[in-house]
């Protein structure tokens, strides 16, 4: 209080703390050009057919109203990302992608890298490398190695290295 009975003095920095999130937040929000550049990865050619697997499987299930069984259940719901033959081998060892076939895509994320459960991914990759995709077509280029840590859909285990 002043020496006049009034509370003003005290008001005005009250009100200016509950405004200063709102001016804090304001400023950030206009800060289009502060420097901070977004680096966009393009992905490499075996995760672009990795996704397309996980999207023509998804589908496959929506409309099979199950999983499908085998590649050739598959290759019909792959025609419309390119050649099925082609999208099923990867470029990087010409080898065909393990999918793990007549599992339920389902789960939540694991605790390697925030992934979803595998369910198709490349059988030796190159360079020490595999490429592998989640049951959301989320694409993730891996150590070889770290293949063990991951989970996949059903009770897939992959074949020892």
Not at 119 to 146: C, W
Request: net charge positive; charged share 25%.
């Amino acid at each position: 209080m002043d020496d006049r009975g009034s509370t003003r003095a005290t008001v005005r920095p009250r009100r200016w703390l509950r405004l200063a999130p709102a001016v804090l937040l304001a400023g950030l929000a206009g800060c289009g050009g502060c420097g901070t550049q977004v680096h966009v990865i393009p992905l490499t050619p075996a995760e672009k057919e990795l996704t397309a697997i996980a999207m023509a499987y998804n589908d496959a299930v929506s409309e099979l109203g199950r999983p499908p069984k085998s590649a050739e259940e598959l290759k019909p719901f792959l025609k419309r990302f390119g050649d099925p033959e082609d999208l099923l081998v990867s470029p990087n060892d010409g080898q065909p992608y393990v999918v793990v076939w007549g599992a339920n895509p389902v789960g939540g994320p694991t605790e390697y890298r925030g992934m979803f459960p595998i369910l198709a991914y490349e059988r030796q990759g190159a360079s020490g490398k595999l490429a592998v995709t989640d049951i959301r077509g989320r694409p993730l280029t891996i150590p070889a190695e770290d293949l063990s840590k991951l989970k996949f859909v059903g009770r897939h285990r992959p074949a020892p290295g």
